[in-house]
């Protein structure tokens, strides 16, 4: 059985522009809400082998807050600062 995944991208979509109207954006484009889409899954594609490895290490096959929490402080490490 194949998973619909139109559907989910449709609720991904209305969460992410969502949480755009919360920060005081009025209207986005759908070109603008696709590349926003198209960075966060590379942004979850480099945090995803971070967030395998420390379940690994800690020997668990869940997904726990502290994971997810130590890995964004390991890609944080990594990144350089944006300087204006």
Do not use: Q
């Not at 954006?25 to 889409?37: H, P, T």
């Not at 420390?54 to 600062?81: N, Q």
Request: positive net charge; hydrophobic residues 30%; proline residues 2%.
């Amino acid at each position: 059985m194949k998973k619909n995944n139109k559907k989910s991208n449709i609720l991904i979509r209305k969460n992410l522009k969502a949480e755009i109207e919360k920060k005081g954006i009025k209207r986005a484009s759908s070109e603008s809400l696709d590349s926003l889409e198209r960075h966060l899954k590379r942004y979850l594609d480099d945090l995803a082998p971070i967030l395998k490895e420390e379940m690994t290490i800690k020997g668990r096959k869940t997904l726990k807050r502290e994971d997810v929490e130590t890995a964004f402080s390991i890609i944080k490490t990594k990144e350089p600062e944006w300087e204006i």
